[in-house]
């Protein structure tokens, strides 16, 4: 959403806020139940028009974020990729370096290589 | 030849240390936002099914007509399906930005370096078995097994060290934005836990409270008792503000590690703030304001 649209949109949502709470004080409810019924109805149907529309301005800035965040995934995305391989390289060294032991420790013995001098 | 080596090595490795100690902590909060936020977002939506609920009960009496009822709580329904929608987006999207968090924790934190010193060291002593010469080789006065035993972690933290840089560089400007916009989040967040829950609050003063003290009459028994405590209740949602600066430090610490700065906001405090933002959450939800209307 446009910046000046955002800012149009918090205003707009701050009024019907007011309007929203204005329904909750004792003095508006006790002067709003002295009026005829036809009156009443109405100020029940705009009650409802304002709460609706700050729960719509809500979800539009609530769904612009969702779409944002997701904008932004792929690369977070690729990062988590890095991070796994990166940790996936630690894990591979140490199996190799666990192998070459292992098959010393069994293969050396077995063949009769011990006591041999090293080529270097 | 060893302790030279250490010498030489000494300052890279400690300054090695301390950046995988900064990656460690800015992962550490990043986790704790991560799993806070999204006890943030379900206490938003109840917070607004509350308000929603105790305005269509307040209206009903004046609206008569059945079908037009119908299409104040359908449309009531759909607009409360579609934050729920949109809250689970971005709860996905968090889970997204925790796994990075804990993908940094994990290869900054990990143990590898011990692991594969033991593991080389075990090859060497293997080797040694084999072969007299090689249990004989010395660098300096070490062993080769001792030399490269302790020679391995500082390669190890080379290798972390190196990788993170690599991740962070790749990411830094996604997780800026991203965070970026938790912080245009949270401060929604606020502005529509605090109106919600004031609504909520305030129509069941209304009728529980104020109504009943205008009225002829004797008052409720708990009359008082239940006036302060939605009083306070309402005073209280004032503590959000506050915690709700949780996503913005998170952005400072963030900027610092980017940047190999030392981090202007705290993480201990940044961790107290996320903290506060849990327990308060848990609270609001805990303390639903009753039927209201």
Same mark, same amino acid.
């Given at each position: 959403m446009p910046v000046e649209n955002e800012k149009l949109a918090r205003r707009v949502r701050r009024n019907l806020q007011e309007v929203r709470l204005a329904f909750t004080d004792i003095r508006f409810d006790t002067a709003l139940s002295a009026l005829p019924e036809t009156l009443q109805r109405r100020a029940a149907r705009a009650r409802f028009a304002a709460a609706l529309a700050v729960q719509r301005i809500?979800?539009?800035g609530f769904e612009a974020v969702a779409r944002q965040l997701a904008a932004e995934a792929p690369a977070i995305q690729a990062g988590i990729a890095a991070l796994d391989d990166a940790l996936d390289d630690l894990a591979q060294a140490r199996a &190799? &370096?666990? !192998?070459? !032991?292992?098959t010393l420790n069994l293969v050396g013995p077995a063949l009769g290589l011990v006591g041999i001098p090293l080529p270097f | 030849m060893l302790g030279c080596l250490a010498l030489v090595l000494l300052p890279f490795l400690t300054s090695c240390a301390a950046r995988l100690g900064q990656f460690s902590q800015f992962a550490a909060t990043g986790q704790t936002y991560a799993v806070a936020l999204p006890a943030v977002l379900d206490v938003a939506l109840q917070s607004t099914i509350d308000a929603n609920s105790s305005e269509l009960i307040a209206g009903r009496d004046n609206i008569r007509d059945r079908k037009e009822r119908a299409d104040e709580l359908g449309k009531s329904d759909d607009e409360i399906r579609r934050r729920a929608r949109a809250f689970q987006a971005i709860k996905t999207q968090t889970h997204l930005l925790g796994a990075y968090f804990t993908g940094i924790a994990a290869l900054a934190e990990s143990d590898a370096g011990a692991g594969l010193g033991k593991s080389t060291a075990d090859a060497a002593d293997a080797l040694a078995r084999i072969s007299q010469d090689a249990a004989a080789l010395q660098i300096g006065t070490a062993s080769v097994k001792d030399a490269l035993g302790e020679g391995v972690p500082i390669v190890v %933290? %080379?290798?972390?060290? %190196?990788?993170?840089? %690599?991740v962070l560089k790749g990411t830094a400007e996604s997780v800026g934005r991203s965070l970026d916009i938790h912080i245009a989040l949270l401060d929604r967040l606020g502005e529509v836990i605090r109106g919600e829950q004031e609504v909520a609050i305030r129509n069941t003063k209304l009728v529980e409270i104020d109504r009943k003290y205008t009225e002829d009459g004797a008052l409720p028994k708990r009359w008082k008792e239940r006036r302060a405590e939605l009083l306070l209740q309402e005073a209280r949602l004032g503590e959000l503000e506050e915690a709700l600066q949780a996503a913005q430090k998170l952005k400072l610490a963030f900027v610092a590690l980017v940047e190999n700065q030392k981090p202007t906001a705290s993480l201990t405090l940044l961790l107290q703030d996320v903290q506060r933002l849990i327990s308060l959450a848990e609270r609001i939800s805990g303390e639903s304001p009753g039927e209201g209307g």
């Open positions: 809500d979800n539009d &190799i &370096i666990d !192998a070459v !032991a292992s | %933290a %080379a290798f972390k060290h %190196a990788r993170l840089e %690599a």
